[in-house]
C-alpha cells in the first residue's frame, strides 16, 4: 500500500502566491523526509528535507512544515514563480529496520505557477 | 564535485532481450539506490547497496532483475528477458549513508528503458 499519501495530485497558483503540497503517513520508524523537485526529463532534485525533531525547517521560498503527532508534513512555496513549475514529490525514510534508508515516495504534484 | 551518473540515458531494446544499466554515484557516498519510475506505479525502490552488498533487494520485481556494486563504486542494474512492463526510466541515487542523521539521497538523470 501507499505509505506516503500527497495531495493534491496538481496545483495550479498565480505568480506571487503561496502554493501548499500535504503529505501524510502512518510508520512511526520514518525519521526523515525530504522533498523532491522534478523537471521534465531530469532525475528528482533535492529540495529540502526535515527531521521529526523540529516542526519547521526553512530554506529561502521553500518551508516544510512538519506535525509529528498527526503524522503530516507540508511544503509551502512562498511567492511562487513560473519557474518552479515542476512535479513535486514528498518522500519519507526509515531510520531502522529492513528498510532502512530507502525512500518512500508520495505520488507527486504538478504545479503549475501562472505568470 | 560530479553529481550521480547514468549510462545510457536512453535504451531501447526488443522484448527478450537483456539490458544493462550503469551508474556511477557521488565520490565517497558508500550508499547507493535503485528506483523506477513509471506513469502508473510513480517512483519505486529497487535495491539498495551499503558498499558492494545489498542488504535490501526486496523491491526488485522479479527474478529477471539483478544488480551489482563492484569497488564500492560503479554498479549495474542487470535485467534480462525484457518485458514490455519493464519499460520506464530507472534512476539511481546516493547518500553519504543510509545511517546518516542527515541521509540526502542525491538522484541522478535516469536511464530511459523504452522495450518494444
Known amino acids: 500500500q501507499q505509505q506516503v499519501k500527497q495531495s493534491p495530485q496538481s496545483l495550479i497558483v498565480q505568480k506571487g502566491g503561496i502554493s501548499i503540497i500535504n503529505c501524510a503517513y502512518e510508520n512511526t520508524a520514518f525519521d526523515y523526509f525530504p522533498w523532491y523537485q522534478q523537471f521534465p526529463g531530469k532525475g528528482p532534485a533535492l529540495l529540502i528535507a526535515?527531521?521529526?525533531?523540529?516542526s519547521e525547517k526553512k530554506e529561502g521560498r521553500f518551508t516544510i512544515s512538519f506535525n509529528k503527532s498527526a503524522k503530516q508534513f507540508s511544503l509551502h512555496i512562498m511567492d511562487s514563480q513560473p519557474g518552479d513549475s515542476a512535479t513535486y514529490f514528498c518522500a519519507a525514510s526509515p531510520g531502522r529496520g529492513s528498510t532502512l534508508g530507502r525512500l518512500y515516495f508520495g505520488r507527486g504534484t504538478q504545479l503549475t505557477v501562472w505568470p | 564535485g560530479a553529481g550521480v551518473s547514468q549510462s545510457p540515458s536512453n535504451k531501447v531494446t526488443e522484448k527478450g532481450k537483456d539490458v544493462e544499466l550503469r551508474c556511477d554515484p557521488i565520490?565517497?557516498?558508500?550508499?547507493l539506490y535503485w528506483y523506477r519510475q513509471s506513469l502508473g506505479q510513480g517512483l519505486e525502490f529497487l535495491i539498495y547497496?551499503?558498499?558492494?552488498?545489498?542488504?535490501?533487494k526486496s523491491g526488485l520485481p522479479s527474478d529477471r532483475f539483478s544488480a551489482e556494486r563492484t569497488g564500492g563504486s560503479v554498479s549495474t542494474l542487470t535485467i534480462q528477458r525484457t518485458q514490455q512492463e519493464d519499460s520506464a526510466v530507472y534512476l539511481c541515487?546516493?547518500?553519504?549513508?543510509?545511517?546518516?542523521?542527515?541521509?540526502?539521497?542525491?538522484f541522478g538523470p535516469g536511464t530511459r528503458l523504452t522495450v518494444l
Open positions: 547497496f551499503q558498499g558492494n552488498s545489498a542488504p535490501d
Open positions: 565520490s565517497g557516498h558508500t550508499a
Open positions: 526535515i527531521r521529526p525533531d523540529v
Open positions: 541515487a546516493s547518500s553519504f549513508s543510509a545511517r546518516a542523521r542527515d541521509r540526502a539521497q542525491y
